[in-house]
């Protein structure tokens, strides 16, 4: 059986192209902004924007890495995203790696 590469690009693009994840988080972000205690804190609209963005990111990043980690891995593990290629390609390495010698296969790796 061929099995087929998957590059970073279409990994890439495959995530570009799922609307339901960036519009999610796209809520998510403008939720979590708006309700941050560093945008709602008395002298933030004095703060440079850097400083603002700073503290921002301080409070909200680590939330919404998640959120993305999340929305990344229900992508991968869906049937119409790239479940069946990372599947192929993880059990193509597997087998080269276990049988260097091109050996018949014992099998594969679930």
Known sequence: MARRKISKEQVVAKLKDDGDLREELRNKMISLVKESTALNRPGAQNMKPRQLS?????????????????GLWRIIRSEDGMKSEIRDTVQSVYATLSNPEGLPSR???D
């Open 54 to 70: 700073d503290a921002i990111f301080q409070q909200v990043g680590s939330k919404m890495l998640s959120q993305l980690s999340d």
């Open 107 to 109: 099998g594969t790796i």
